[in-house]
């Protein structure tokens, strides 16, 4: 069983930058993939970015590439979503994944992103 606990949400101007954190508790967590996805209201939850295991490989949507960086740090268990030139279209609940080896998958809470314009 992993918990995911994610923070850094809020409201920020257009233009501007927030980091998203998640905390993540229980099994290994270096053997978890992690990704983050979000839900707008109104609509589906989409894929945002994800990371493999070791931080090497990662993979965006197209609708942040350049602007958001995932990233992770296996001592600390967390994994990081730094997004940048944020836009209006971006406000969203920005829920924290992680993908076990047997496909076992968790999410967290989710952490509200409103960016103005």
């Known amino acids: 069983q992993v918990q995911l606990v994610e923070s850094g949400g809020g409201l920020v101007q257009a233009g501007g930058s927030l980091r998203l954190s998640c905390a993540a508790s229980?099994?290994?967590?270096?053997?978890?993939?992690m990704g983050w996805f979000r839900q707008a209201p109104g609509k589906d939850r989409e894929f945002v970015a994800r990371i493999s295991t070791t931080g090497i490989n990662t993979y965006y949507a197209d609708s942040v590439k350049g602007r958001f960086t995932i990233s992770r740090d296996n001592a600390k268990n967390t994994v990081y979503l730094q997004m940048n030139s944020l836009k209006p279209e971006d406000t969203a609940v920005y829920y924290c994944?992680?993908?076990?080896?047997?496909?076992?998958?968790?999410w967290g809470q989710g952490t509200q992103v409103t960016v103005s314009s």
């Open positions: 229980g099994r290994r967590f270096s053997n978890y993939r």
């Open positions: 994944n992680g993908v076990g080896p047997s496909a076992s998958n968790y």
